[in-house]
Nanobody, 126 residues
Framework: QVQLVESGGDSVLAGGSLRLSCEAT????????MAWFRQAPGKEREGVAS???????RYADSVKGRFTISKDNAKNTLYLEMNNLEPEDTAMYYC????????????????????WGQGTQVTVST
């Protein structure tokens, strides 16, 4: 059974930084797409960043240059380093894995993933 547990969400001021973590169980970690999504109240879930088995990354335009996705295969943990946070970044952040649409060097930023965590809240205020 795949389980994903996010942590690291918090309330910060605009311009601040946070690092989200997603700890995964199972033996699939090295061989599947992993991604971060977020969902603000009243809005659709949107892809933030993804990382493929080869390490290739993709980012939403709104976070390029501010967010960095990475993973530690030895710890089965996915990270999202978020810098220069803006109020528009306020949302519940979810990690996801195992996308039927993914390949070795490409992982989608659309929610085509089979497994999801419960989410961690990020709130950015001015």
């Amino acid at each position: 059974q795949v389980q994903l547990v996010e942590s690291g969400g918090d309330s910060v001021l605009a311009g601040g930084s946070l690092r989200l973590s997603c700890e995964a169980t199972g033996n699939f970690f090295n061989s599947h797409c992993m991604a971060w999504f977020r969902q603000a109240p009243g809005k659709e879930r949107e892809g933030v960043a993804s990382i493929a088995r080869t390490g290739s990354t993709r980012y939403a335009d709104s976070v390029k240059g501010r967010f960095t996705i990475s993973k530690d295969n030895a710890k089965n943990t996915l990270y999202l380093e978020m810098n220069n946070l803006e109020p528009e970044d306020t949302a519940m952040y979810y990690c996801a894995t195992d996308s039927p649409a993914g390949i070795a060097w490409y992982c989608p930023l659309t929610p085509e993933y089979n497994f999801w965590g419960q989410g961690t809240q990020v709130t950015v205020s001015t």
